[in-house]
C-alpha cells in the first residue's frame, strides 16, 4: 500500500552534518504528520522531530538548535537537516508518516526501514 524508503544515513564526525531524506509511496491521498524518530542500541525510541502538512515543526530537546525538519509536499517528502553532530546521535533513524491511502478508510501510520547514523569521536 504505502512505503516510505530513507536514505542519507552515514559515518560522520563530530560536528560534521547528514541531511536524511525520506519519500512516500503507493496509493496515496494526503499525508498528514510526518517525522523522524531514532534509536539506541537498548534503548526506546525516542521522537527526533515532526512536521506538519502545513509545516509546523516540534523538535525533541536534544536537537533543538541543530537539526531541521523540512518536506516537499509535492514529493511526499520529508528532510532532516543534522549539523553539530554529537556521539550522543548515534542511531538508527525512522521515518514516520501519517498517510491517508486509497485502500484504507482511515490514515494510518507508517514507517520506514530506518538508516543507520555513526558519529564518531
Known amino acids: 500500500q504505502v512505503q516510505l524508503v530513507e536514505s542519507g544515513g552515514g559515518l560522520v564526525q563530530v560536528g560534521g552534518s547528514l541531511r536524511l531524506s525520506c519519500a512516500a509511496s503507493?496509493?496515496?491521498?494526503?499525508?498528514?504528520?510526518m517525522g523522524w524518530y531514532r534509536q539506541a542500541p537498548g534503548k526506546q525510541r525516542d521522537m527526533v522531530a515532526t512536521?506538519?502538512?502545513?509545516?509546523?515543526?516540534n523538535y525533541a530537546d536534544s536537537v533543538k538548535g541543530r537539526f531541521t525538519i523540512s518536506r516537499d509536499n509535492a514529493k511526499n517528502t520529508v528532510y532532516l537537516q543534522m549539523d553539530s553532530l554529537k556521539p550522543e546521535d548515534t542511531a538508527v533513524y525512522l521515518c514516520?508518516?501519517?498517510?491517508?491511502?486509497?485502500?484504507?478508510?482511515?490514515?494510518?501510520?507508517?514507517w520506514g526501514q530506518g538508516t543507520q547514523v555513526t558519529v564518531s569521536s
Open positions: 514516520n508518516a501519517n498517510v491517508k491511502s486509497s485502500r484504507t478508510i482511515v490514515a494510518l501510520n507508517y
Open positions: 503507493g496509493s496515496i491521498i494526503s499525508i498528514n504528520n
Open positions: 512536521i506538519t502538512s502545513g509545516g509546523n515543526t
